[in-house]
DNA sequence: AGGGCATGTCAACGATTGTTGGCAAACAGA
DNA sequence: TCTGTTTGCCAACAATCGTTGACATGCCCT
């Protein structure tokens, strides 16, 4: 068995490998290729030359070019837990809040939304984190369970469309609010997608 | 001067030319795979082989690649006129609704927001939509004409959110809701964006 | 010290892409 | 009817893509 032929991108979880500072750097530039230029016109080719290496490491190391973007994007939210009566009526700004800070900082969500738009793979990907992460959190603050995922649903077409107008699509006066206009704004908007009686 | 140089796809606006049925054929096909496949996966190739003529028409009529685009892609949101205090305090549930009928039966706004995404010129045609057409409507609801830009990109986000998870990315969650659960949910949001006060 | 495996480079492959120029046929105006 | 233009197809181009296999180098274990 090839113990190289495992994807594990990152030391620390798994056996040490020589090669994990080469893998590392592919990620690292894959993520960085995969979120300014989208999937398709994220090329190996390219990926591999920001991590100075050679083009043929990238497919042995992940297969192909589907491997090195699920090896590349994996999404952690780390949504804050909702219980707890104080929490679940400021959850609105708590979410907002949160996903700012996750959408300033991590690159790995812009490629996710830009690959998930023109990529099949890229949109279960995304569909999948909405079940297993945000759904949950909409769980724990709405009090109908029949209800949950449709106010999940409406919760993500706000906050999605957020970063998309924002981050992607680079609109300038969405550009332009404040981190404060922000939440004072969508704050009140998803804290009622999430605990208002149906309209 | 050639005439068939110009690329006007539609006859009727200007000198009616022989081949404008196969001019309407090639944008046709190209408005589908524009919004099917998005910018890059959308082979000249193959939209030439959906409207059956040779692929070096689509160069001789359209120039290149974005020029076929820009061409196939023409966008009017025919936003009502929201002038009168009646329609004023009514443009959420009527913006919500208008723009639930232009996704749901013009593919074309599908395959802007796909490449607008992953192209920079599409983006770019997206802020110039969002300026030129969307941006009029706020400034005859909202009150104060320095918070115009901020609202309208407010109502952007949750109206391109919506377009995003529903008819793009196709969350299943958001698939289901009806249209009168969507309009009931957005169109509060939309009038709040566009006339509540400084929150 | 030596055998085996991991790491890395190089060159090339087949396929596909946007794009171009030449040529045949159909049409339009005289 | 004749001439020039428009329409269309065909073949090919250069570039680039993902991907593969051969080969050299270095590390680790016994």
Redesign the pocket.
Known sequence: ????ESTSPFPGSGTP??????RGAIVAAARERFATDGY?R?????IARDA??????????Y????GLFAAAVAIDLRLPDMSGADRRQDAGRILVEHFLDMWENNEVLTALLRVGVTNQAGAERMQDILREQLLPVAQQVCPDPEQVPARAALMASQLLGLALTRYVLRIPPAMGLTRAQIVAWLAPTIQRYLTASNP
Do not use: H, L, W
Not at 42 to 46: L, S, Y
């Open positions: 068995m090839n113990r190289s490998r020589r090669s994990d500072a080469t398709e994220a090329t190996i080719r390219a100075n290496i050679d083009p043929s490491m990238v497919m042995r190391y297969g192909n070019k589907e």
